[in-house]
C-alpha cells in the first residue's frame, strides 16, 4: 500500500492524537517535542545509578530530575505495572527489558475516551494536566518511519478480572503491517521512537484539565 493511502486511512479512523502532560509542560514540549524518558534522561544527563532506577526499574511515584541548563522536569511513574503482576503477562521477556522498551517511546492515545480513563486515574484525576491534541494526518505523516500503534494500554499491568493482559514486543507493531494483518480497528496507542522534536507544529489545542473536567484552553492554533 502506498503510504499516502495509508496515513489517510489511519487518519480516517483516528483523526485526533491525545498526550497528557505534567501541568506546565507545554512550553517545554514546544522547544523541545515530545520526548520519551530516555530521550529525556539524555537530555539531562542522568546517568548511572539513578538512570538506572528511573529507566530499567518500576517507578511506582514520578521522579524529579534536574539540570544546571535544562532546568527541571518530571518523569511520570509507572504505578501501575509493577514487577509481579507485570511478568505474569509478559511472553519471553523479562520485566526490566518491558520498562526499558516501553521508556524509550513517546506515548499519545488515539482516543478521548481513553484519554479520559488515564486522566480521572486515582493517581492523577486530583492533578491538573496539560492536554494536546494533534492532527494524526500530518503528525503520522511526518513520523511514520518511527511510529508503532498497540491495541493495549501497554502500561497498564494490573489484574482485570483476575487476569493480566499478555503483553510482548510484538504487541507493537507499524501501521502497515498492522493494517495488512489485523485491520486498523481497536487500537489504543499511537508511539514514536525515542522523540518527535517538532511535535509543536501538529498541536491543534493545549488544554488544562484536572480529572474528566476541563479546565481553560492554554493555547490554540489560530491558522
Not at 534536574?66 to 527541571?72: T, Y
Not at 519471553?92 to 524509550?104: D, V
Not at 499511537?190 to 484536572?210: D, G, I, M, N
Amino acid at each position: 500500500m502506498v503510504a499516502g493511502e495509508l496515513v489517510e486511512r489511519f487518519a480516517a479512523r483516528y483523526p485526533r492524537l491525545y498526550h497528557m502532560a505534567e501541568s506546565g509542560s507545554w512550553r517545554s514540549i514546544w522547544e523541545r517535542g515530545l520526548l520519551s524518558t530516555t530521550a529525556l534522561l539524555d537530555l539531562f544527563e542522568v546517568n548511572g545509578l539513578t538512570r538506572r532506577e528511573i529507566e530499567s526499574e518500576w517507578r511506582p511515584t514520578s521522579v524529579a530530575i534536574r539540570h544546571p541548563i535544562q532546568g527541571s522536569a518530571v518523569v511520570r511513574d509507572q504505578w501501575p505495572m509493577p514487577p509481579e503482576h507485570l511478568a505474569s503477562g509478559l511472553e519471553g521477556i523479562r520485566p526490566q527489558q518491558w520498562y526499558e522498551f516501553l521508556n524509550g517511546k513517546a506515548f499519545l492515545w488515539l482516543s478521548e475516551d481513553r484519554l479520559k480513563r488515564m486522566l480521572n486515574a486515582v493517581p492523577y484525576r486530583q492533578h491538573s494536566h496539560d492536554v494536546l491534541t494533534l492532527d494524526t494526518r500530518s503528525f503520522v505523516g511526518e513520523y511514520i518511519e518511527q511510529i508503532a500503534v498497540c491495541p493495549i494500554n501497554s502500561g497498564f499491568a494490573m489484574p482485570m478480572f483476575g487476569k493480566v493482559t499478555k503483553r510482548s514486543f510484538e504487541s507493537f507493531q507499524t501501521i502497515e503491517r498492522r493494517a495488512a494483518t489485523r485491520g486498523l480497528g481497536g487500537l489504543a496507542e499511537l508511539t514514536v521512537a525515542y522523540a518527535a522534536p517538532e511535535a509543536w507544529r501538529f498541536v491543534e489545542s493545549v488544554e488544562s484539565w484536572r480529572g474528566k473536567r476541563r479546565l481553560e484552553t492554554i493555547w490554540r492554533r489560530s491558522d
